[in-house]
């Protein structure tokens, strides 16, 4: 099992591949990201940075589908439905109040 800080670092290598794949420099990717500089060096070295910055560099580089896998949408199964679902209500049938001798 990987630990955190080796899954901070492939993240960071594959940040990096996508910017050069997509020809931009380090600092082209901070400006059209919005974010300093440092922020991309920090992600793409593995020693972290805030949400945002991910958010943003990964909306630059055309990945914000990566976003997807990090928070799926939660469902909840047919199982929790029928649990969760209120008994059944029937009518109740009229009697007769006259009854035939």
Do not use: F, H, Y
């Not at 901070?8 to 594959?14: D, F, K, S």
């Not at 050069?20 to 919005?34: E, K, M, S, Y």
């Amino acid at each position: 099992m990987e630990t955190s800080d080796e899954r901070e670092a492939e993240l960071g290598r594959q940040i990096r591949a996508l910017r050069l794949r997509q020809n931009l420099g380090q600092q082209q990717l901070a400006d059209r990201a919005g974010i300093a500089l440092n922020a991309i060096k920090n992600l793409e070295s593995g020693k972290g940075a805030t949400l945002r910055s991910l958010i943003q560099a990964l909306r630059v580089l055309n990945r914000v589908d990566w976003l997807s896998a990090l928070a799926p949408a939660v469902s909840i199964s047919p199982v929790q439905m029928l649990k969760a679902k209120a008994p059944r209500q029937r009518a109740l049938r009229k009697q007769n109040k006259a009854k035939k001798s």
